[in-house]
C-alpha cells in the first residue's frame, strides 16, 4: 500500500529521530516520562500531543500519504441495534447491503459502545470525547425547548477540527438543546438561537433541536428558523408516534430524513476536492420514532416498518459513498457509521423476534438499559487510503473516542480539559502492531443515571436491575431482592444471564475501585486531574452517593 520510494524521506528522518531520543535518554539529557511531553514530533511534522501522539505514534502517522488530512463524514443512526446491520447477524431478517459493504470495504468493530444508552448523553460524548455523565446532565435526556448543554469554552471536534483548517459542517438530529429566543413567554421564531452549534465549531448547520417526536418541529439553518409561519401539530401514535406541539410551514416529519442526506449530498459536492479538508457530522433522527419509511420502502423488509425504515437508511448510506467515489474523493474520506444507543422498544421489538428477527442480536436488554443491549452498537469505519479491506476489531471502543482520534488525524493538541475520556482509533484503524490501542476500561450509563464498567472479560452494573426500561427496573429488581450489583464475564456470557456478584466479590471490588478513581478523577486518560460539572437546577448527584454508599455496605466491611 505504501511506496518505499515515496515514503523514504520520512522513514529516514523517523529513523534518525529514533536514534536520537535513545542516545538522549541512556545520556540521561531527558527522562522516558518526560519524553511524551517533547514536541520533537515536528521534525515528522506531527504534534506530540497528549493523548493524540503518544511516543509510539510515529508509524501511525507516517502510513498515511505525507500526512494529508482526510475528510471526515460521521454518519449517527438514532436507536439503531447491533442485529439491525446485516454484516453484524447474517440469520437477522432486515438486509443492509449497503452498510454491509461499508464493512466489506473497511473495518467492522464487533464490541463498540456509546457512552450512554440514550439519545442526548452520547451526542454530548461523541463531540467533547468526554463522558456524558460529566455533565450536569446526570439522567435522561434533553426536551425540545432545553438550553445549551455544551458551553461555549469547551472544545467540540467540530472547534478542533476548524481551528485545524476543516470546512465543518452539522446537518441533522441536535439534541443538545440550544437557546431559545422569547417573546411573551414564547418562542420568537423570527429570532436567531444562541449557543447551537455555530458557537461550538459548526461552520455551517442545519437541523432540529431534539428527537422527531419532541417539538418544536422547526429548521434551523445557520442559527435561524428557516420559517416563522408556525402551526399547531396534533401529533401521531402507532409505528409514527410524535407529540403534538409547534411546527414550521416547511417542517414535513416524514420528509426529514430524506432531506437531511440531500442536504449532505449538497454540502459534500461543494467542498470535494478543495484545498481544506471537511468534516460533516450528520446525526440522523431515524430509525427512531416517528417510524415513517417513504412509500417505495413500505413492506419491504418483511419485518414491520422499522425494518423497512432501517433499509431506507441503507440506501441513503448507499447513495452517500457512491457519490465520494463519482466525485474522485472516495480514498481521501474516512466515513464513520455507528448509532447513538441500542434499539428502542418502540420499534416493537417482540413484533420482530417473532419474525426472526433480533434487533439487538443476543445482547441482553435495549435502549436506556446498562445491559449490553442498550449501548453495544454497529460501528463501522471506512477510508480506503489507510484501512485495508474486510477488517474486524474485537477491541473495546467507545464513541468517546471520536475526539483524540480527530485529534491524531491532524497531530493536533488536545488541552488538560478537553477530551478527557478519548483514546486515537488510529493504532487499529492503521493495525500498527507496534502501536498500542490505550483504552484499558470503558464505563457504561443508563437512562436512570446509573452505571455500569467493562474492563477485559468483566463487567460490573452497579445496580440490582437494568437501570434502564426492560425488565427488571431497579424498584421492581430491590422490591424481589436481587443482588445490589450485578458481575458478569462477558466472553463466557455475553448475554448476562449468570450473575457471579457472589461468587466473584474481589473482582466487583476491583472494578468498582476502577470507576470510582475514574468518577474522582474527572478523567480517564492521563493528565491532570479534572472536576464533574455539579447537577444542573442544583440537583443532587443521587447516584453517585449511591455508589459510595454500596461501596461502603458491600466492600468496606471485612469479606
Known amino acids: 500500500m505504501i511506496l518505499i520510494n515515496k515514503y523514504f524521506h520520512s522513514f529516514f528522518i523517523g529513523v534518525t529521530t529514533q536514534f536520537l531520543l535513545t542516545f538522549m535518554i541512556n545520556k540521561q539529557i531527558i527522562s522516558t516520562t518526560g519524553l511524551s511531553r517533547l514536541c520533537l514530533f515536528s521534525l515528522l511534522g506531527v504534534s506530540c500531543a497528549k493523548k493524540t501522539a ?75 470525547g468526554r463522558y456524558n455523565w460529566r455533565s450536569p446532565l446526570k439522567k435522561g435526556v434533553l426536551w425540545g425547548t432545553e438550553k445549551a448543554l455544551i458551553p461555549k469554552t469547551r472544545e467540540t471536534v467540530a472547534s478542533l477540527l476548524q481551528k485545524q483548517g476543516y470546512s465543518t459542517a452539522y446537518i441533522g438530529k441536535w439534541h443538545l438543546g440550544w437557546d431559545w429566543p422569547y417573546k411573551n413567554d414564547k418562542i420568537d421564531f423570527t429570532k436567531p438561537v444562541a449557543n447551537g452549534p455555530k458557537e461550538l465549531g459548526f461552520g455551517y448547520s442545519f437541523g432540529h433541536v431534539a428527537s422527531l417526536d419532541m417539538a418544536p418541529y422547526v429548521y434551523v439553518e445557520n442559527g435561524m428558523p428557516t420559517s416563522q409561519q408556525i402551526i399547531q401539530a396534533k401529533g401521531d401514535k402507532g409505528y409514527g408516534y410524535y407529540r403534538g406541539g409547534e411546527m414550521a410551514a416547511d417542517f414535513d416529519i416524514a420528509d426529514v430524513t430524506p432531506n437531511f442526506f440531500r442536504k449532505a449530498s449538497r454540502f459534500i459536492s461543494e467542498h470535494a476536492n478543495k484545498d481544506k479538508p471537511f468534516f460533516l457530522y450528520l446525526p440522523l433522527p431515524s430509525p427512531h420514532t416517528p417510524i415513517l419509511p417513504t412509500k417505495e420502502w413500505q413492506g419491504k ?45 418502540a420499534a416493537k421489538i417482540q413484533v420482530m423476534k417473532d419474525k426472526g428477527h433480533h434487533p439487538n442480536a443476543h445482547f441482553r436488554g435495549h ?165 464533574n460539572d455539579a447537577p444542573r437546577r442544583g440537583g443532587k448527584w443521587w447516584q453517585l452517593e449511591n455508589m459510595k454508599m454500596l461501596y461502603q455496605t458491600e466492600f468496606a466491611k471485612k469479606q
Open 54 to 128: 503518544p511516543a509510539n505514534a510515529v508509524s501511525e502517522m507516517n502510513s498515511r500519504p505525507e500526512n494529508k488530512k482526510p475528510n471526515i463524514i460521521y454518519i449517527l443512526t438514532d436507536d439503531l441495534g447491533y442485529g439491525d446491520i446485516s454484516a453484524n447477524a447474517p440469520k437477522n431478517k432486515i438486509k443492509t447491503p449497503h452498510i454491509d459493504q461499508m464493512a466489506r470495504e473497511g473495518i467492522r468493530f464487533t464490541d463498540a459502545h456509546t457512552s450512554s444508552a440514550v439519545s442526548t448523553p452520547t451526542r454530548y460524548s461523541i463531540l467533547t
Open 301 to 345: 423488509s418483511g419485518v414491520n416498518p422499522y425494518g423497512d425504515f432501517v433499509m431506507m437508511i441503507d440506501h441513503y448510506v448507499g447513495k452517500l459513498n457512491q457519490q465520494l467515489k463519482e466525485l474522485g474523493i472516495e480514498k481521501e474520506t474516512m466515513v464513520i457509521f455507528t448509532s447513538d444507543n441500542g434499539c428502542s422498544p
Open 367 to 531: 435502549k436506556a438499559d446498562a445491559f449490553e443491549g442498550g449501548h453495544r452498537v454497529p460501528f463501522i469505519v471506512k477510508w480506503p487510503e489507510v484501512i485495508s479491506a474486510g477488517r474486524t476489531s474485537s477491541q473495546t471502543i467507545c464513541t468517546t473516542d471520536f475526539m483524540a482520534t480527530s485529534a491524531a488525524l491532524c497531530g493536533a493538541d488536545l488541552a488538560e480539559d478537553a477530551g478527557e475520556d478519548s483514546y486515537s482509533l488510529l493504532p487499529i484503524l492503521d493495525n500498527d502492531p507496534a502501536t498500542a490501542f490505550e483504552r484499558n476500561y470503558t464505563v457504561h450509563h443508563s437512562f436512570d443515571g446509573l452505571f455500569a464498567i467493562t474492563q477485559g472479560e468483566w463487567k460490573l452494573l452497579v445496580c440490582a436491575g437494568s437501570g434502564g426500561w426492560s425488565y427488571p427496573r431497579e424498584k421492581k429488581a430491590k422490591e424481589i431482592k436481587l443482588p445490589a450489583m450485578q458481575l458478569y464475564h462477558l466472553t463466557e456470557d455475553p448475554s448476562e444471564k449468570n450473575n457471579l456478584y457472589f461468587e466473584n466479590k474481589a473482582k466487583a471490588k476491583e472494578l468498582m475501585e476502577v470507576l470510582m478513581k475514574c468518577v474522582d478523577d474527572g478523567r480517564s486518560t492521563e493528565g491532570a486531574k479534572q472536576q
